[in-house]
């Protein structure tokens, strides 16, 4: 049974910082992209950041540039999100999710985690 179990979320103040994990069991994790996707209350579900099985291509979204920084652990089967000058606006559930589709890893992504709740305030 594969699962993708999130940590590290919480409660920060604005321009602070937290490091996501997201732990993966059941699969063949080096053989899988990695995602984290994030959905603001009242929102629809966005891209935060991807990262190639051997971590040879990495994506962003525009607001996560140079904030954010995703990095995966294949021995440890684990991916990374470290946020760094965090805003209220980045308050919203963070999943991970594991897929073979690099374009389309929303739509495609193969196994979704339960998500992990950030808090920015201002």
């Known amino acids: 049974q594969v699962q993708l179990v999130e940590s590290g979320g919480g409660l920060v103040q604005a321009g602070g910082s937290l490091r996501l994990s997201c732990a993966a069991s059941?699969?063949?994790?080096?053989?899988?992209?990695m995602g984290w996707f994030r959905q603001a209350p009242g929102k629809e579900r966005e891209f935060v950041a991807r990262?190639?099985?051997?971590?040879?291509?990495?994506s962003y979204t525009d607001s996560a540039k140079g904030r954010f920084t995703i990095s995966r652990d294949n021995s440890k089967n684990t991916v990374y999100l470290q946020m760094n000058s965090l805003k209220p606006e980045d308050t919203a559930v963070y999943s991970c999710?594991?897929?073979?589709?690099?374009?389309?890893?929303?739509?495609?992504?193969?196994?979704w985690g339960q998500g992990t709740q950030v808090t920015v305030s201002s």
């Open positions: 999710a594991a897929g073979r589709d690099w374009v389309g890893m929303e739509r495609r992504a193969d196994y």
């Open positions: 059941g699969l063949t994790f080096s053989s899988y992209i």
């Open positions: 990262i190639s099985q051997r971590s040879f291509s990495i």
